[in-house]
């Protein structure tokens, strides 16, 4: 795996001690206004200076910090786990969406939309303890690799990004994941690629309740959304989960806009970013169309807004590390 925490903590340490702590980045105006903002509230006795214990970055995670394309990496895991289940479910042969997933019949699915989803999302990550889930989701994502690069999901992180974590640590922040994503789908690897630990990842969840089972105590996962942490579920999903408004936000897409205007909305300095992707030989290139990671309205409102918007292919000297 060309990512993990070690490998962080050593680029953390050369990250500190070199002169561009973000060397995977052009030098242009994003990259100057991350370096400019970090200076700006890290400096005591600065008129923007924040203490350490308020320095809350957030951060969304598909297409953000790894590839959301072509599909969101846990809609793949999902159509995997039906397909895996279907033997012990011989009517999904003749029931939608699980019919369309079996036919790869993708057009009938992404009419099934939101609530085809959820059917999917209930049948795969329901009625099983989160010990359970989290060892299948683990297994998965060990193996599971990208249609297009032919790299596991976890290698298709974004360097640039993974730079830019390492420097707001190094500065005294402290980073979270806020994605629509499932919650404890991501827990079980996001210190190990990111250096988030669990307990700083905030995603979508389903209910869970306690019980008392052969093996003592467990959590059952239900088949009821608890939060959707997408879009206006952001701030709540932060406010529930950190407790304190973030200084800086990261976003890509529409999904991320409200958490962008929640973060940058105080009168004190405050920072929020935008990845567009717009490098179609290195990565993809979309925006105000795509079915995944659409960036539309955030693409209109950044520049009243003060966001920095990052262009992949201008902006970034490599996506990948392998590259």
Not at 74 to 100: I, M
Not at 244 to 254: C, E, K, Y
Not at 318 to 323: C, E, H, L, S
Request: glycine share 8%.
């Amino acid at each position: 795996m060309l990512v993990s925490a070690a490998t962080l903590t050593v680029f953390g340490r050369s990250a500190r001690a070199q002169s561009d702590p973000l060397p995977s980045w052009n030098d242009g105006q994003p990259k100057k206004s991350i370096l400019d903002f970090v200076s700006a509230v890290t400096k005591e006795g600065a008129p923007d200076f924040v203490p350490a214990s308020e320095r809350i970055a957030t951060f969304d995670n598909d297409g953000t910090l790894w590839c959301e394309q072509p599909m969101y990496v846990q809609l793949a895991f999902v159509l995997d786990r039906v397909k895996t289940l279907s033997a012990k479910h011989p009517e999904w042969k003749q029931k939608q969406p699980f019919k369309a997933v079996l036919d790869k019949d993708i057009a009938t699915l992404a009419k099934a939309g939101e609530k085809g989803l959820v059917e999917l999302v209930m049948a795969t990550h329901a009625g099983m303890t989160t010990s359970e889930f989290e060892r299948i989701a683990s297994d998965w994502i060990k193996t599971a690799r990208h249609p297009k690069f032919n790299w596991p999901y976890t290698d298709l992180v974004y360097q640039p990004m993974l730079e830019v974590l390492v420097y707001l640590r190094a500065n005294g922040f402290k980073t979270f994941i806020v994605s629509g994503g499932g919650i404890e789908f991501m827990r079980p690897w996001s210190e190990r690629v990111y250096g988030i630990p669990p307990e700083q990842v905030v995603g979508s969840s389903i209910k869970t309740q306690f019980k008392i089972d052969k093996d003592g105590p467990v959590l059952v996962r239900l088949p009821t959304i608890d939060l959707v942490d997408d879009g206006p579920g952001k701030p709540v999903g932060i406010n529930s989960h950190i407790g304190r408004r973030p200084i800086a936000a990261f976003g890509n897409s529409d999904g991320d806009f409200q958490m962008l205007q929640w973060t940058t909305a105080a009168r004190d300095r405050r920072f929020g970013l935008i990845v567009h992707h717009t490098d179609a030989e290195r990565e993809y290139a979309y925006d105000r169309k795509s079915p995944f990671g659409k960036l539309d309205k955030g693409l209109d409102a950044a520049s009243a807004n003060g966001w920095t918007v990052v262009s992949m292919k201008d902006d970034w000297k490599r996506i990948f590390a392998f590259q």
